[in-house]
């Protein structure tokens, strides 16, 4: 139990499209999404967190712009990467916690390359 | 000073080995902490949770927490090449509140 289905598990676009990002909960209600970014040999840094039905809260330094977050529903919250520049390309992870305290489930990443 | 310090390694160990991966952290509002496995392009895996101090085992894993020292640890025994894998501590002050996690140690486990 507790699957978050991401999709796609990899993307490459053009400079200057977007590109969204889906997580579906796919057997719990995910009130809350955490978005994060993975640089190679790095850890996940948190870009934002999103809860159903309200504005998404970015970390410093996340163009809220740039990085579109929409948790419109229970089992669904979406990422777009708009005007995508090579500098985005990224490994991108949603989470969201199931259980109190330490039940957090991970998406299995999208690769994105902006050429 | 960062929340969370984990050596990034690489740590490099024959099969049959036991490993000791460390993390320590500087805020004492942490009270849950978790042991993340992560294999190349995957998302990351729950391996253990623990919110008290002391030992927690689970199979070859064992995770040991000491709030006192704000230092969280994780063993595995007798590790075997499938454990290759990058390992982040995580850890959070509760109540679905967001994960702070460590920067991820590489181990490689040869045959």
């Known amino acids: 139990g507790a699957v978050v289905s991401q999709h796609p598990s990899r993307v490459i676009c053009k400079s200057g499209t977007s590109v969204k990002i889906e997580c579906r909960s796919l057997d719990f209600q995910a009130t809350t999404m955490f978005w994060y970014r993975q640089f190679p040999k790095q850890s996940l840094m948190l870009m934002a967190t999103?809860?159903?039905?309200?504005?998404?809260?970015?970390e410093q330094g996340v163009e809220k712009d740039k990085f579109l977050i929409n948790h419109a529903s229970l089992t669904l919250s979406t990422l777009t990467v708009t005007s995508a520049h090579p500098e985005d390309s990224s490994f991108y992870i949603c989470?969201?916690?199931?259980?109190?305290?330490?039940?957090?489930?991970f998406g299995s990443g999208t690769r994105l390359t902006v050429v | 000073q960062k929340e969370v310090e984990q050596d990034p390694g690489p740590l490099s160990v024959p099969e049959g080995a036991i490993v000791s991966l460390n993390c320590t952290y500087s805020?004492?509002?942490?009270?849950?902490f978790m042991w993340y496995r992560q294999y190349s392009r995957k998302g990351p895996e729950l391996l253990m949770y623990t919110y008290s101090s002391g030992n927690k085992e689970d199979g070859r894993f064992t995770a040991q927490v000491d709030k006192s020292s704000k230092y969280i640890s994780l063993f595995i025994r007798d590790s075997q090449p499938s454990d290759s894998a990058t390992y982040l501590c995580?850890?959070?002050?509760?109540?679905?509140?967001?994960?702070?996690f460590g920067k991820g140690t590489k181990l490689t486990v040869n045959p």
């Open positions: 995580a850890m959070t002050p509760g109540g679905s509140e967001k994960l702070v």
């Open positions: 805020n004492s509002a942490f009270q849950y």
């Open positions: 999103s809860n159903e039905g309200s504005k998404a809260t970015y």
């Open positions: 989470s969201a916690p199931w259980a109190t305290n330490y039940g957090y489930t």
